[in-house]
């Protein structure tokens, strides 16, 4: 996108932002479909659009580290040492809220979860916006998260009052969320940041925290495909591809390696790397989605790094066909 169509993009977000409609707009992670965060109707647009449960809360998004005062208080010195190490990027810190903040986006908690997006776009937009902007994935509650602005328009359709394209997602998966509300830092979601990347600032390797209330992505069955997500381990992929077609199913199995597979299934190709993994995953999906296969089989990869998000996707992804 040039500078031009760039500054035109962004005027046009702002302005819709400001009438209180809502914004597909791209970041480094998903697209998210934003809204005003201080206007209670638009943000309303945004629960009714996804069919979004009211106790899921919502990630604003910041264009300035300077604004998070306003949306959190309390804020221990270790949160502006993670927000200056990896802000602007998939961080979301997990915060105690001020009073004023609007219920309707923490889902009635005492935390709020706060970032500043990496992407250009997003980051032109919410400076020239000059104020927070809830932004969670683009689409229905529990499904695929977009990646590309089709995936946008596909799913929500006239819901979007603007999808603003901005190329693709280069991460490809959600932020993770640290969780600085509690005494000690945990992870409350595992994302595009790794647990190994934040202990280089926190000391330590941060663990998976138990969450007693909700936060963004935390549902059970979530990120799913519109076709059934089965996992098994590696070596038995095979050997469940030609179960499932015994039982005249129509597979497609992902792999990074070619197999030996009957004839009513088919063999895709997927990165072992998991950063291109990452990058691709939820494209993939969505793209294997429109093919009508009956089952979509694969394997976890190795939960390390990117690797422990991932797992987490297909795992919530597979519990949707259960």
Known sequence: MDEKALHGAVEKAVEVLKQGGLVALP?????????????????????????????????????????????????????????????????????????????????????????????PVALAVLKAFKSGVVAPSANSFGHLSPTLAEHVRQGLKEKVDWVLDGGPCCIGIESTIVDLSRERPSIARPGGLSAEALAQVLGFLPERGINAQPVPGSAHAHYAPQTRLVLAKPEALESCATQLCAEGKRVAVLHPQKMALPENAQWVCIPEDLPQLAHRLYAVLHELDKQRFDVLLTSLPQADGLGSALCDRLVRAANASL
């Open 27 to 119: 970041t480094e992670t998903v697209y998210g479909l934003a809204a005003d965060a201080l206007n209670s109707e638009a943000v309303a647009k945004v629960f009714a659009a996804k069919a979004r449960p009211h106790k899921h809360p919502l990630i604003v998004h910041l264009g300035s580290m300077e604004e998070l005062s306003q949306w959190a208080h309390n804020i221990p010195e270790l949160a502006w040492k993670l927000a200056k190490q990896f802000w602007p990027g998939p961080l979301t810190l997990l915060l105690q809220r001020r009073p004023e903040v609007p219920e309707a986006i923490v889902g009635g908690q005492k935390t709020i979860a706060l970032r500043i997006p990496s992407h």
